[in-house]
């Protein structure tokens, strides 16, 4: 059975109750995290998941609220599995690759920690007294820059592939649908209101679309052409007939008592699906959400 946990579900402003974008699916024995925001890996952490079982990572686009976390993941992931596990397999824009290479190789930002931590005596037995065997390899994220209508393919899933309006030229950002033998869940990615991905969502058991914003509260087209508010991501859902919609990258302002209220009760106006306000740490019924009165 597919399940999805919501790791994080904020913006770039800093909140200790929500982290930057990021979102947990395990499934028929394998963990995929899309995206990695600021605060992921430690959600990860409360969430109870073992790093090292990390075995996809999805990047929808290289704003660091959504990607901010990859170098910590990759580091404590390759540390922490002491060379007995294989190397993450990572998907994303391009510039994705330039992005890995420029953290991790020898001349990278954290080229030096890698030379230490490969080479120094005293890491040499921290690695050995956790089971590793030398000589100590470096990690080598597996990198896979995809985008509008790719598709990946495993025995166990498939992930196709959109891209969606937000800050291009300067970032491409896409969006993912998930397909597993039991659910499909449509990541939206950070994006303004398109067909694209109202496309790819169509009939999914669940849409995380980005709720940025109040519509009407926020007219000026430098914001409403790059990011949605509540209804557009609303339409979206409505316009894609998909079951479940979860509000994610959202902003303190939304949760404001009675805003919060108003919100769901706008989206409900417009989307007769079910609805779920995105928190950190919540776990997403990919199914119907049971109604059965408190007992
Ligand atoms: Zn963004």
Not at 87 to 112: D, I, K, R, W
Not at 154 to 167: I, M, N
Not at 197 to 211: I, P, Q, R, S
């Amino acid at each position: 059975m597919t399940r999805l946990q919501l790791l994080c579900t904020g913006t770039p402003a800093p909140l200790a109750h929500r982290g930057g974008s990021s979102y947990l699916v395990q499934t028929e024995g394998e963990t995929l995290v899309f995206d990695c925001g600021p605060g992921s890996v430690r959600r990860m952490l409360e969430a109870g998941l073992a790093l090292p079982a990390i075995d996809h990572l999805f990047l929808t686009h290289l704003h660091y609220d959504h990607c901010v976390d990859y170098a910590y993941l990759v580091l404590t992931r390759w540390d922490q599995g002491v060379g007995q596990i294989p190397e993450l397999q990572v998907y994303g824009p391009a510039p994705t690759a330039h992005m890995s290479h420029q953290l991790f190789a020898a001349n990278g930002a954290f080229g030096p920690d890698l030379a230490a931590r490969t080479l120094h005596p005293g890491s040499h037995f921290v690695y050995e007294t956790r089971g590793g065997a030398m000589p100590r390899k470096r990690p080598d994220p597996q990198i896979r820059e995809v985008e509008h209508g790719n598709r990946i393919e495993t025995s166990g899933w498939q992930v196709d592939v959109a891209e969606v309006v937000h800050v291009q030229p300067q970032l491409t950002c896409l969006a993912y649908r998930l397909t597993t033998p039991d659910s499909t869940i449509a990541f939206g990615g950070d994006t303004a209101p398109v067909d694209r991905l109202t496309e790819l969502a169509k009939g999914a058991d669940v849409l995380l679309h980005m709720c940025h914003f109040i519509n009407g509260a926020v007219t000026d087209e430098r914001l409403t052409h790059c990011c949605s508010g509540h209804l557009d991501a609303a339409a979206t859902a409505r316009d894609a007939g998909v079951k479940t919609l979860v509000l994610v990258h959202l902003t303190e302002q939304l949760e404001t008592p009675g805003v919060r209220e108003r919100v769901l009760h706008e989206v409900g106006e417009v989307f007769d699906g079910q609805v779920i306000f995105g928190e950190d740490l919540l776990e997403v019924p990919t199914g119907t959400i049971n109604m059965e009165p408190v007992r």
